[in-house]
Structure formats: C-alpha cells, structure tokens
C-alpha cells in the first residue's frame, strides 16, 4: 500500500499529524496508584512527572485518547481492541478494587482504525463474544491502560478511549499501526493523545524481583539516550538481542507511537528516568514540532536501511555452514533449484561438513524478529552438509508458525546453524546450564528440545518448561532428560 504522504502538500501534511495533540511513553506500575499499597512508594519523581503531563493534557484538550499496553490481550499476528460502550477497569488483582475507572469509547475512531488495518491487510480489530470466551479473555481495561489514565484523568477527563495491544507482529507492521491511527484520526478531524504504556527493563539493578543483568541497564540507557537526541531512528534500531535480554515490556508500544508520528519533526522530552524496584520507568513526551512544516525522513525505513546493512555486513563475513543454508534457501526461492552437498565441496574450512554426521538447526531472523528454525535431534542424512540443506530449506518454507520465505524477504535475512553434539543422560538438575547445554526430554514417547543460549531463556526450570511444552509433557511427571552442546556458526 502506498504512503498516504506521498502526494499530500506539507501543509496537509501538517494538519494530517496535528491531529496527534501529542504521544507519551509512560510507565504503568500498579504501586504508584494510590491505595495499592500501603507503605510509601519509592517511585515519587515518576509520579511527579505524570502529574506534569497531566497538566499538560489539559491544556492540549484532546477528544480522544488512545492506550497502548502490552498487557492487554496480546496475539502474535493480531492487533486488539477492547470493545465495549464502557470500558472500565479496577485495580482488585493488586488488593485494591476500590480504585477504579471508567470510559466511553471512541466508537467512530475505533472502527475507522478497523477499517484501515483491514485495508492495509494487518489482522485487528475487536473480537466477538465467542472469541473472547475461546481465548478466555475478560475485556476489564488492564493496568497497562489504567495506571497512566489514573494520573492523565486527574487533570482532564473530557476524552473518550481507544484501548489496544501491542500485538506480536513484525515491527514494520506495527510501525505501519501507528500511521494507520494517525490517517483515522485525521479522517474524522479527531485530536487524539497517544500513549506508549511500558514498563522499559525489567532488570536494571539487584532490586529486580526478576534479577539484574547488563543488557537491563544497557537497553534502558540505549533508549533515554535515543529519546534525549531526538533520535527516533536510533530508538526504531536498537538490538533485538539486547531488548530480549533486558526484558522489557515497552518497545513495542513505542514502535506504534512512532509510526503515528512518522515524517512528522517532533521535539523529544525525558522528564524523568528512575528504576527504584530494578524496572525502569521512562517519563517522556513526543510533541509536534510546530516550526518545521516540511516532512522529516521516515525513521522506520532508516532504521531497517542501517540493519540491512548489517545483515549485508554479516553475509560477507559468514562460516562455510551459513553460506550452505543461504545460498541453498535463495536457490530453492529464486530458481526452485535444490543444491547437493558437492555444491559446496570447494569452501574453505570445511572438511567436517563432508566427513561428519550429526543433528543440524537452521534458524532465520529478519530485522532481528524469529523468521524461521527448524532442525533435526539426530543426523538423517550423509553428513552435516547435506543435514543443513535439508533443514534450510524446511526452515525458510515448512515452518508452520510463519508463511514461506518470499524472494523479497532473502536479502533481509540473518542466518545461524546450530550442529548439535551427541545427547548424554542427565540425573541431576545441577548437571543443566541454559547457556552451555541443550536440552531434549522425554516422556511415553513424546520428546521436546530446546536449543542453548536462547534469548529470554535464563534459568534451567524455564528452559525444562519450555522444551515440556514443545512436547505436550506435563512438567510434574517423571520424563527423562539429555543435555546436548552446540556448536553455533553464523
């Protein structure tokens, strides 16, 4: 679908983003909320800083709001929203139900987004009675939605809500949600705020119920330093590895909020930045720049040119086992020409390739997002050259979770391939390192494996649920567990 800025003057421009009065990123900590809890809180400089944006919504004056949070009902390739005349919310799962609030929807703007998505082929929307009671989902407004408004409220309330997920998609598409309510907004001449609700990493410092790790502090720091230099482009690049690590729960909605503001200059403002509990509460407002009338570059299409370059660099520098997967999936995509292992007699470095057998993954990542891994437990074929054409190929086009891989897709991929060592029997837990050691289990003749080294994977019960869960075990009966090593190249 073509940009709806591409043939618009920049005075229609403007009046198109001035629709958008102003986006914040705001943090949603329940304990902040007054009732929650009893003792003093130690997030006071948070609370003060959404009060002075409290002040500043009503000055704005805007007839709509609209909510982000990655805590309401999240699909991997749905975007939702609640739906309902009223929405309404409390906060009795934090011991205080007395603490409620309620709002009349945005109907008109609701659908008019609906519609939009439909069109630009992103799955959204609301669900009906029967789906909601499918995936078990109450429409009560979540905290993600409640804590912000709680503060925002305060000081206006003549606003109606449009409350939604973050969803799971590729960040492109959610960037492309964000323009999507910026155009519906400006369809019906609505003034809307937007707000980013998120917590950023959940393991800044030793408070973290979570644990610290130093990518918590690294990502949080990464992002107040993009926000600070109006950088939208750098926020939009940060590493998905290290977002990963940090655990955070707010990128994703701040991905939408810059795709509302795309080509649009804005002025960029940390009010505050703390972490008192280990998890960092960013304060921040994104405003219309009202001086610049003339359309800015397009951040997201900035960010994905510098990890194309990246991916670019990393093709020119891959093991021979990456350059099997790639060059076998691009012939298998562009010629439907499959590749044999004496394709690739001649790399150098290699010889194990030809001579060894063993279990192979090939996994793809594009932009940083999960495109693709499939692999095999034990060696099926001659050797682990031909184990890595097989899998790359069942990797780009047989997943089940994702459609096959597109021509358009090839250049934008990052590969690895996993050669797995020979599975060994485990009888004590303390033989089990998520970093060092795979997993396969075991259970009347079910089995699951999970790969080393996985990003959000940090401890050994995690890593033995997950690999139950692939394999439909019940983690509380007595399965038998192998750990494996891996030798990664990329």
């Known amino acids: ?76 390739d749905y975007v939702f929203f609640y739906d309902s005349k009223e929405l309404a919310g409390d906060f009795g799962k934090f011991g205080a139900r007395q603490a409620s609030l309620s709002f009349q929807q945005d109907d008109d703007l609701l659908h008019e987004i609906s519609h939009r998505l439909a069109s630009a082929d992103i799955d959204g929307g609301s669900l009906t009675s029967s789906q909601l009671r499918q ?3 109450d429409e009560t407004l979540d905290h993600g939605v ?15 809500l449009v409350a939604m997920s973050c969803s799971g998609l590729p960040l492109p598409e959610l960037y492309r949600v964000g323009e999507l309510i910026r155009q519906a907004a400006a369809r019906l001449n609505r003034r809307i705020l937007i707000i980013a609700s998120g917590d950023q990493s959940h393991k800044v410092n030793d408070s973290s119920p979570y644990g610290a790790c130093p990518e918590g502090a690294a990502y949080d720091n990464q992002l107040i330093d993009c926000l600070r230099r109006n950088d939208l482009t750098d926020v939009l690049a940060i590493d998905s590895h290290l977002r990963e690590r940090a655990a955070e729960c707010g990128y994703r909605s701040i991905v939408i909020l810059c795709g509302a503001l795309n080509r649009q200059a804005v002025r960029a403002e940390v009010l505050n930045y703390e972490a008192p509990y280990g998890i960092g509460y960013c304060v921040a407002a994104l405003r219309p720049d009202l001086v610049q009338a003339e359309p800015v570059e397009d951040a997201m299409q900035s960010a994905l040119k510098q990890q194309r370059q990246a991916a670019a660099h990393k093709r020119q520098h891959s093991s021979p086992p990456v350059i099997i997967a790639r060059e076998t999936l691009e012939a298998h995509v562009l010629k439907q020409q499959a590749k044999s292992a004496r394709d690739f007699a001649g790399l150098p470095d290699s010889a194990f390739l030809f001579r060894e057998r063993a279990g192979v993954f090939v996994s793809l990542k594009k932009f940083g997002e999960l495109r693709g891994c499939i692999g095999t437990t034990a060696p099926t074929t001659a050797c682990i050259a031909d184990e890595i054409i097989q899998n790359a190929v069942s990797a780009g086009c047989h997943d089940p979770r994702f459609p096959p891989v597109s021509a358009d897709e090839l250049a934008d991929l990052v590969y690895s391939v996993d050669v797995l060592g020979e599975p060994e029997p485990v009888t004590d837990r303390n033989q089990l390192d998520v970093k060092r050691y795979g997993v396969i289990v075991r259970f009347n003749g079910r089995s699951g494996l999970l790969l080393p080294d996985l990003e959000g994977v940090d401890t050994v019960d995690e890593q033995l649920s997950i690999a139950c ?3 439909g075990i019940n983690p509380r009966e007595k399965y038998q567990i192998q750990r494996f090593e891996v030798t990664r190249h990329t």
């Open 1 to 76: 679908m073509s940009r709806c800025y591409c043939h618009k003057k920049a005075g229609d421009r403007m009046s198109d983003v001035f629709r958008i009065a102003a986006g914040y990123i705001l943090p949603h900590p329940p304990v902040i909320v007054p009732g929650v809890s009893r003792e003093p809180h130690l997030a006071q400089r948070t609370v003060s800083a959404m009060r002075q944006l409290a002040a500043e919504v009503a000055a704005l004056q805007p007839e709509t709001v609209v909510v982000i949070s990655p805590h309401a009902p999240l699909f991997s």
């Open 135 to 137: 995936h078990q989902i």
């Open 146 to 160: 409640l804590v912000p408004l709680w503060f925002m409220r305060e000081k206006w309330t003549d606003f109606r």
């Open 469 to 471: 869960r692939k394999a």
